[in-house]
Nanobody, 126 residues
Framework: QVQLVESGGGLVQAGGSLRLSCAAS????????MGWFRQAPGKERQFVAA????????YYTDSMKGRFTISRDNAENTVHLQMNSLKPEDTAVYYC???????????????????WGQGTQVTVSS
């Protein structure tokens, strides 16, 4: 089992920044890929970014590339999502997820992940 706890969400004005963190515990060695997803009310869960624990390789949704940066701290078993130039449409619950390994066909889909955090709310006001 892997436990994931997100933090860092909140209310921010458009153009502002937030840094989300995801602390992983338990059998973290079984998770080679960490991802961030988000879900707005009435919408499907959407892939944001992912990172390989071992190699640090990063993957992004094209629309967020350049504004969002994913990083990891192996020593602390923590993954971060730095979000800049936030827009009202970025408002959502942001979820951290852990998957066994990277696969091109599933890294951007929820089925590519085995464990999920409880989510943290991000609200961007206009």
């Amino acid at each position: 089992q892997v436990q994931l706890v997100e933090s860092g969400g909140g209310l921010v004005q458009a153009g502002g920044s937030l840094r989300l963190s995801c602390a992983a515990s338990g059998r973290t060695s079984s998770s080679g890929l960490m991802g961030w997803f988000r879900q707005a009310p009435g919408k499907e869960r959407q892939f944001v970014a992912a990172i390989s624990w071992t190699f640090g390789t990063t993957y992004y949704t094209d629309s967020m590339k350049g504004r969002f940066t994913i990083s990891r701290d192996n020593a602390e078993n923590t993954v971060h999502l730095q979000m800049n130039s936030l827009k009202p449409e970025d408002t959502a619950v942001y979820y951290c997820a852990a998957g066994r390994y990277y696969r091109a066909s599933t890294y951007s889909r929820t089925e590519g992940y085995n464990y999920w955090g409880q989510g943290t709310q991000v609200t961007v006001s206009s």
